[in-house]
């Protein structure tokens, strides 16, 4: 493992790059004519000709190196909370592009959704854990992930109201599950390249990941940055926690108490998010 500080520096800076590309892809999505319609695929081709939107990726693709780079040497149980810290960059940051600053009931929101993470971070301690799984324990484990996307995307096509968060929710659970696989794959990295590219989970990688985005940007399409984000935000470190839990051995303090106050800094995270980008929402108008 490597040290906790450059572990939790590299995290963070990765939260803000995914940021970025998060406010500089919403904003394309939304932008999107008419035209495009709701199809991921077609829309998804529009995309890759706008200048911001392409920004927004290589700003992405930063942010998954260093990623990658922080799960090489932390847990999941760790690493991924702390990408929520994201939304102080994120929300923020798309409305100081429109020239505002902003309010003083936004920080505070900011404020709620720290105290939260760090709540959940102090509470929970994560600890133990083996930077690798047995093959059939993740494999289940992205095959439940996957059906819970599928589930949830369908869901988005039956209640068109919901449609932006229920997408969110399952491009978050993907992006929880590909940092899964993210994480194996940087264990097999250490036997060389030939062995990450014999691993099914660098294709689970791609798979997974692939899906993911698509999902977002059609949830970005589909509404505002206050009914996608959150869900999101707190979907990815909700999935990711729970397979470094039961896939990786990682642990976390599970007293009755522990278990109650993770569920309460979760739920203050998630409120926080989603009050921090309807504020956000009414600020671009």
């Known amino acids: 493992m490597s040290s906790l500080p450059a572990v939790v520096a590299t995290a963070l800076v990765s939260a803000l790059a995914a940021a970025a590309s998060s406010v500089l ?6 932008r999107a004519p008419d035209s495009t319609g709701r199809n991921g695929l077609t829309l998804l081709r529009h995309l890759v000709g706008q200048p911001l939107w392409l920004l927004g990726s290589l700003s992405a693709a930063v942010g ?7 799960l090489g040497g932390g847990r999941l149980t760790l690493v991924q909370p702390l990408l929520v810290s994201g939304l102080l960059f994120a929300l923020p940051v798309s409305v100081l592009l429109e020239r505002r600053r902003p309010s003083l009931v936004q ?17 929970a301690r ?31 096509r ?17 992006f929880g ?13 250490g036997h060389g390249a030939a062995t990450v590219l014999a691993s099914w989970a660098l294709y689970g990688v791609l798979l997974v990941g692939a899906a993911a985005i698509t999902l977002t940007q059609v ?36 007293a009755p108490v522990a278990v109650a106050s993770q569920v309460v800094a979760f739920s203050l995270m998630g409120v926080g998010t989603w009050q921090l980008a309807r504020l956000t929402a009414s600020s671009d108008r």
């Not at 133990?128 to 369908?154: F, N």
């Not at 968060?165 to 491009?171: I, K, R």
């Not at 599950?177 to 990295?189: D, G, M, N, P, R």
């Open 126 to 156: 994560p600890h133990g854990g083996s930077g690798s799984t047995p093959a059939p324990r993740l494999l289940l484990a992205t095959i439940a992930g996957g059906a819970s996307m599928a589930v949830l995307a369908l869901g988005a």
């Open 25 to 30: 892809q919403h904003r394309s999505a939304r």
């Open 219 to 254: 949830a970005y399409r589909s509404g505002p940055l206050a009914s996608s984000l959150p869900a999101m935000t707190i979907g990815d470190p909700a999935a990711a926690v729970l397979i470094g839990v039961l896939a990786f051995h990682e642990q976390v303090n599970s």
């Open 64 to 70: 998954l190196a260093l990623h990658v780079a922080a």
């Open 158 to 174: 039956v209640d068109g109201r919901r449609r932006p968060v229920l997408l969110a929710s399952a491009g978050g659970i993907g």
């Open 107 to 123: 920080w505070a929101w900011a404020a709620v959704v720290m105290i939260g993470l760090s709540t959940f971070l102090l509470v």
């Open 177 to 189: 599950v590909a940092s899964a696989l993210i994480k194996e794959c940087t264990t097999a990295a």
